[in-house]
Each structure stands twice: as C-alpha cells, then as structure tokens.
C-alpha cells in the first residue's frame, strides 16, 4: 500500500492462523522508486488444533522459543529431519523447545504426542513435555508427560491426553533434561489432536464375549467404559 507515514501499526486479529509476515519498503519520488528494503520475519497468529510439526528443516523452528538454560553451547536444531539435543559432557541438560501459542479450550480433552528416540540404545535419555500461558520454564505449569528416562534408538510414540482450566492460548514445552555424558535425544512428529469434549468416555476395558450356548451365529459382549 502506498503511504506517506513513516511508522505502521499492523494488529493480528485475536483468531488468526499462525504464520509469519514481513514488510518490503520501497521510497518513490515522482517516476523514480529504490530498491526494495525488507524487514525481519515476524511470526504472529495463532495455532488452533490439529497441529503438527514434523520439524522437517531448519524453518521448522522458526516462531519456536528455543532456551539453553544452562548457558551451555547445547541447544535443541535439527538433524535429519527431527529436533535434535546433543550432549554435554560436563553438565545435565536444561534446554526447552516451545511452541508458538495453541489456542485451547476449558471442558475439552487435547491429546499431546511425539516421538522420541535416543541417538544410541547404550545411553539413557530423559525428556518431559510441559504446558502453560508462558513461553518460559517458569511459564510451564502444566505436566503433560513427567520427566521420562529411556534408552532406545528407536522411536516410540508417546501421548498424553490433557485440559486447561480456562480458554486461552497455551505453549507446549519440551524439556531436553539428560543426565551429563549421555549422547543425544532426537523429537520428532510433535502434535496436539482436534479437542474432544471432556465428558465423552474413556477407552473401553473388561471385554468379555459370550458364544450362544445354543451354538447360533450370536453371542454376548460386555465391556466397561
């Protein structure tokens, strides 16, 4: 647009999709215009589920809040295709991968997964997914999955069903938190499912079925849920 202010104001509208947008400026005087000057990337909007991330390349990141708490010169990138945490040999790991914000809703179910693996089924790995109303460790007061150790270099999906006390807009945390020396904790496929409501029943269990005993193609299913 064209515009002789030397300043903009852009509001992102309280139910935009998450994205990122940039400006290109270019000066005009009469027939004459420079060569366009582009702003940095902005990343703004909002994440409503289904969501997921498969953290494919570099950009993957991109509008993520990624902290090396220890201060370290470890932090989580990403490696073949998958968010990657390398060790440390001196100290534990305290490094986060937050999400950009994920609008929620109270009375509904979310399910939070990923997958995880270790870069070698000789060392032990630990990690923990947290949620809250804060992109900060502090922020983080929501245990979705609890600090976990596992060896394996395979991945294995790992899911957790939650709700929010209120509606609003939540970040989701991974915390890479390995003991010192280990070697290295890839994610990958992180994602939220469409909300359920949180009155719908639980996975059915107790299934017990009864042939007829007058050997007729019936028979009868009980099941508790």
Known sequence: QSTAATSIDDVIASDSPYSYFYYEV????????????????????????????????????????????????????????????????????????????????????????????????????????????AATPEGMTITVIPETEFRSAAYTRRMEYVSVPADGTYYIGVHGCSDKNKYALYVDNLGVTAPISDKAPGAITDVKVVPSPDGSASAVISFNA
């Open 26 to 133: 270019v000066a005009v005087n009469g027939r004459s215009e420079s060569a366009p000057g582009v702003s940095n990337r902005y990343d703004g909007g909002f994440i409503t589920p289904p969501y997921l991330q498969t953290f494919d390349d570099a950009s993957a990141l991109d509008g993520y809040t990624v902290l090396n708490v220890n201060g370290d010169n470890v932090e989580w990138t990403i490696d073949t295709q998958a968010a990657y945490l390398k060790y440390n040999s001196q100290m534990a790991a305290d490094d986060w991968l937050i999400t950009p914000p994920v609008v929620m809703e109270a009375g509904k179910l979310y399910g939070i997964y990923l997958d995880v693996k270790g870069r070698s089924a000789s060392y032990d790995e630990k990690f923990a997914v947290m949620m809250g109303t």
